[in-house]
């Protein structure tokens, strides 16, 4: 059984840091391209980033580059959401993906609240 879950979303007040976790399991995760989306109300999900099983990390959003960086553990099937210096227009919810050539997998998605 497929599962993906995030963790580690909450209230951040800006220019603040938080972390955001992944846990996956059910498939063969060193395979798969793991990204990190968000939603804001009313919007299309957007990419921010995304690293390989080989950890080469592609398509980081211009918005949030230097600011955010992604991560991942091929041995606890982790990858992980660093996020500083953080603005209110970061607020959204946050969602882990898993992509490979032939199946896709969305987590529950959490939300990520940046206010004074």
């Known amino acids: 059984q497929v599962r993906i879950e995030e963790s580690g979303g909450g209230l951040v007040q800006p220019g603040g840091s938080l972390k955001l976790s992944c846990a996956a399991s059910g498939f063969p995760f060193r395979s798969y391209v793991m990204s990190w989306y968000r939603q804001f109300p009313g919007t299309e999900r957007e990419l921010l980033g995304s690293?390989?099983?080989?950890?080469?990390?592609?398509n980081f959003l211009d918005s949030v580059r230097g600011r955010f960086t992604i991560s991942r553990d091929n041995v606890e099937n982790t990858v992980t959401l660093q996020m500083n210096s953080l603005k209110p227009e970061d607020t959204a919810v946050y969602y882990c993906h898993a992509r490979s050539h032939s199946y896709e997998y969305w987590g529950q998605g959490v939300q990520v609240t940046v206010s004074s």
């Open positions: 690293i390989s099983g080989l950890h080469s990390i592609t």
